[in-house]
C-alpha cells in the first residue's frame, strides 16, 4: 500500500512540474532527503524516482525558460568551482577502487542544487523548500523522539537504510540541523495547537539526536542550542526554556548512554576515537604527499598502508573536513570552507539589511535560523562523513535567494520615493 501510494504522489506531480517548473525543485528535495520509497516493502524501493522527477523538471526548464534564472553570486560560482575540482581530482584517483560511483553521485546532487537555486524565485518559494526539509527531516525525528520516550532511551535511533542518513551518527545530525528550521516556521503557523506541534516536533527531533548515542551529535546538539539562544530575538524566555527542558532530558537518558558520552574525556582509550584520528592523520599525509588528494574510495588497506600511522586500522574519515582534504587535497578543502564563510557571509548581510524593515523580519529571522543550522553541520561534520550530504547545499540555495529576494526588496523601496518625486514634478509641469 505504501508503495502505490508513494508511486502516484510521484507521477501525480509530473503536470504540477510541467506547469511550473519549481515543483521540481521541491518533489526533487522531498524523495533525496526523505526517501519515501525506501519506507515501502515493494516495488517502489527500486523505482527511478529521483531519476524521474530530475528528468522531468529539466525538460520543463527548456519549455517554460522565463522561470528559469541563474544566480550569478559568488556561492553558486564557488559551488560550481568545488564540483569541478571533485572532476578533476577524480581523473587522478588513487584506486584501487574505481571512484566514478561516488562521483556520480556527487554530481547529481550538485547539478540538483544548481537547478534548486534557478528556480526559487519568492518568499513563498523559499518558505516551501523549508517546509519541504521540515517534512521530510522531521518525519523521522517524530518517529526517533517517541521511540526513544517509549524504549527509556535503552536503545538507539537509525535512520533510513540505504540513505546518506542511515546510521545512527548521522541521523543524529540531521535532525540538529532541522531543529531552527522548524522554530523559523513556527510564526508562520495559524493555528496555536499547530505551533504547539511544532514545537513538540522539534523537541522529539532534539531527544532522537540523544537517542542515537553518537557523541557527536551531542557535543553539536550543544553548539546548535548554545548558538540558537545567542541568535534569539527573545533570550529570556528561550533561555528559561532550554534551562528546564535540557536536565529534564539529561536525566531521561539511562546511565549506558551516559557512559558512552562520558567516553569523550577518555577518548585515548576509545577504539572508535582513535581509529577516527588515525584516518584524520592519513587523510593530511595523503594530502601532504598528492596536492590533488587520493580521489574518492580512498579508504582502504591499501591507501591506508602508505599514509596511515596505524596501516591495520582502517576507517571512513569520520570528519567533513578530513574528507574533503584526503578526497581533494588542500585546493578541495579551501573551496569546501570557502563555501560556508560565503554563506554565512550572506547570512549576516540580510540580518544587517533586513532588521528594521517591516517586510523582510521573516528573511533576517530566516537567515538566523540558517546560520543556527549550520553551525550543528559545523561542529557535527566534524565528526562524520557528510561532506556531501545535500542539505547543507540546499540550505546555501535557501540562503542565496533570500539574499537575492532582499536586495531586490530594498531596491524597490530605495526607488518608491524617487519614483513618487518624480510623478509630482511631471504633475506641476
Not at 516495488?43 to 528559469?68: C, D, H, N, Y
Not at 553551525?375 to 533570500?402: E, H, N, Q, W
Request: some cysteine; proline content about 4%.
Amino acid at each position: 500500500m505504501r508503495d502505490l501510494i508513494i508511486t502516484l504522489i510521484i507521477f501525480a506531480s509530473l503536470p504540477m512540474i510541467f506547469k511550473r517548473p519549481f515543483y521540481g525543485a521541491v518533489m526533487w528535495i522531498w524523495i533525496s532527503v526523505m526517501n519515501p520509497h525506501t519506507q515501502g516493502w515493494g516495488f517502489a524501493q527500486s523505482m527511478p524516482f529521483a531519476a524521474i522527477i530530475a528528468g522531468v523538471t529539466l525538460v520543463a526548464m527548456l519549455a517554460r525558460p522565463k522561470e528559469v534564472r541563474f544566480p550569478s553570486t559568488g556561492l553558486t560560482w564557488l559551488l560550481i568551482a568545488f564540483s569541478a575540482w571533485m572532476c578533476v581530482t577524480t581523473l587522478f584517483a588513487m584506486g584501487p577502487e574505481d571512484p566514478m560511483e561516488m562521483l556520480r553521485k556527487v554530481m547529481k546532487i550538485m547539478l540538483m542544487t544548481v537547478v534548486v537555486s534557478m528556480l526559487v524565485r519568492t518568499r513563498k518559494d523559499i518558505e516551501m523548500l523549508v517546509w519541504t526539509i521540515v517534512i521530510s527531516l522531521g518525519y523521522f525525528g517524530v518517529k526517533g523522539g517517541l521511540f526513544t520516550i517509549r524504549s527509556g532511551g535503552a536503545h538507539r535511533v537509525w535512520g533510513p537504510a540505504g540513505t546518506f542518513i542511515d546510521g545512527n551518527n548521522e541521523i543524529a545530525l540531521a535532525l540538529i540541523m532541522v531543529v531552527p528550521l522548524m522554530l523559523f516556521l513556527v510564526p508562520l503557523i495559524a493555528s496555536k495547537w499547530g505551533k504547539r506541534a511544532m514545537w513538540l516536533s522539534a523537541g522529539l527531533c532534539a531527544l532522537a539526536s540523544l537517542g542515537s548515542y553518537s557523541r557527536g551529535a551531542a557535543l553539536a546538539l550543544a553548539a546548535m542550542l548554545v548558538f540558537l539562544w545567542l541568535k534569539s530575538q527573545d533570550k529570556v524566555k528561550l533561555g528559561v526554556l532550554l534551562l528546564c527542558m535540557a536536565p529534564l532530558a539529561l536525566v531521561f537518558m539511562p546511565e549506558q548512554w551516559h557512559s558512552r558520552i562520558d567516553t569523550i574525556n577518555n577518548y585515548e582509550q576509545d577504539g572508535s576515537a582513535m581509529g577516527r584520528i588515525n584516518a584524520w592523520k592519513m587523510a593530511a599525509n595523503l594530502a601532504a604527499d598528492r596536492p590533488l588528494g587520493g580521489g574518492f574510495e580512498i579508504y582502504n588497506r591499501d591507501i591506508f598502508s602508505r599514509y596511515a600511522p596505524n596501516p591495520d586500522d582502517v576507517h571512513a574519515a569520520h570528519s567533513i573536513y578530513f574528507q574533503v582534504l584526503g578526497e581533494h587535497g588542500y585546493v578541495g578543502l579551501l573551496l569546501f570552507l570557502a563555501l560556508y564563510v560565503v554563506v554565512w557571509r550572506n547570512g549576516s548581510w540580510v540580518i544587517r539589511s533586513a532588521d528594521g524593515v517591516p517586510e523582510l523580519e521573516w528573511a533576517a529571522r530566516l537567515a538566523r535560523m540558517l546560520q543556527v543550522s549550520l553551525v550543528g553541520f559545523m561542529v557535527g561534520g566534524a565528526f562524520l562523513s557528510l561532506a556531501y550530504f545535500d542539505v547543507p547545499y540546499y540550505i546555501m540555495v535557501i540562503m542565496v535567494a533570500t539574499r537575492l529576494l532582499v536586495e531586490r526588496t530594498l531596491q524597490e523601496r530605495a526607488a518608491q520615493p524617487r519614483a513618487a518625486r518624480e510623478k509630482e514634478a511631471e504633475s506641476v509641469a
